[in-house]
Nanobody, 115 residues
Framework: QVQLVESGGGLVQAGGSLRLSCVASINIFSFINMGWYRQAPGKQRDFVAR???????TYADSMKGRFTISRDNAKNTVYLQMNSLKPEDTSVYYC?????????WGQGTQVTVSS
């Protein structure tokens, strides 16, 4: 069974930085894409960033220039470096991966940005 395990969330002041990690239980070349979504209380889950197996990255407009997604294939890990954090970035951040036939989600990690 494929597992995605996130870590790195926490409490940070506005303007600070956090790095989230997502470790997959299988070789990440098995996935077409890996990425991050976030969901605030009472809101829908929104796209944050994605990286393809070839290394192409895509970001939501509000994250461009502040967030960077990267991958370490040897560690089966995807990272999300988040800089210049704002209170509105407060959410549960979920790791996502997909093959041609399945979508996989992690359990989520809480990020709280205080003003």
């Amino acid at each position: 069974q494929v597992q995605l395990v996130e870590s790195g969330g926490g409490l940070v002041q506005a303007g600070g930085s956090l790095r989230l990690s997502c470790v997959a239980s299988i070789n990440i070349f098995s996935f077409i894409n890996m990425g991050w979504y976030r969901q605030a209380p009472g809101k829908q889950r929104d796209f944050v960033a994605r990286i393809t197996s070839g290394g192409t990255t895509t970001y939501a407009d509000s994250m461009k220039g502040r967030f960077t997604i990267s991958r370490d294939n040897a560690k089966n890990t995807v990272y999300l470096q988040m800089n210049s954090l704002k209170p509105e970035d407060t959410s549960v951040y979920y790791c996502h991966a997909n093959t041609w036939t399945f979508d996989y989600w992690g359990q989520g990690t809480q990020v709280t940005v205080s003003s």
